[in-house]
């Protein structure tokens, strides 16, 4: 399905990616017009997921592409899709890697939080006090089986970035959310940025 359609952009999705340095831009685009654009573009209900910057340089130079629709289930799993889909990027700094790291923890700590809360609210109804009794304390051991710090235990296996990395990237983004976003577009380290922050208090 090799075509020049018009495919929807979400800011939301489009912030969740380090932006291209100029001459990685560039570099991307003389191969785009070399060997075509042979990584098909994906999407989520016809919005982009993965290739901004290859959509918008087949746009602007009339190249065809090829899309690979993807499937989840709420705007929040394509959120995650994006951010573990950028763990493996090969040209962002260990500090990007650290804070995107870092947003995936939050991402399915929330996403299992919700999911908990869902089926509670699923099996919810008319339940005898025993019952509800049971659930309570179904609930809160499960709340006590999936921490955040098995959360990020896992992430930091599968990602390879050390725990007290994330737990840094963490307080960052909980202390400064702007220098946060100013070390996920690689911009400043996150050493610095938390310098600054001990500096101020």
């Known amino acids: 399905n090799e075509h ?6 979400d800011k939301e ?3 969740l990616i380090p932006p291209l340095a100029p001459e990685e831009l560039s570099q991307l685009e003389a191969n785009l017009v070399a060997d075509g654009c042979r990584d098909p573009i994906v999407t ?10 290859r959509y918008e340089i087949c746009g602007r130079l009339g190249l065809p592409f090829k899309t690979h629709p993807v499937d989840f ?3 929040e799993y394509a959120k995650l899709w994006i951010e573990e889909n950028q763990l493996g ?12 790291g870092s947003d995936v923890v939050d991402r399915r700590s929330a996403i299992a939080k919700r ?6 609210r699923k099996h919810g109804g008319d339940a005898t006090p025993e019952q509800k009794a049971k659930r309570l304390s179904d609930t809160s051991s499960d ?7 098995d959360t990020r235990a896992a992430v930091a296996k599968e990602s390879k970035i050390p725990e007290r990395k ?15 976003e100013k070390v996920r577009r690689g911009e400043l380290a996150i050493k610095a940025a938390l310098k600054t922050i001990h500096r101020d208090e």
Do not use: C, Y
Not at 45 to 53: K, L
């Open 73 to 75: 289930p709420e705007r």
């Open 166 to 180: 994330l737990r840094a990237a963490g307080e960052l983004k909980k202390k400064a959310p702007k220098l946060a």
């Open 115 to 120: 999911e908990r809360a869902k089926l509670g």
């Open 89 to 100: 990027r090969r040209n962002i700094s260990e500090d990007q890697r650290d804070m995107i």
């Open 44 to 53: 989520w209900n016809g919005v982009i997921v993965d290739g901004h910057n």
């Open 143 to 149: 709340k006590r089986s999936q921490p955040k710090s």
């Open 13 to 15: 999705f489009h912030a």
């Open 4 to 9: 020049t359609i018009k495919l929807k952009i």
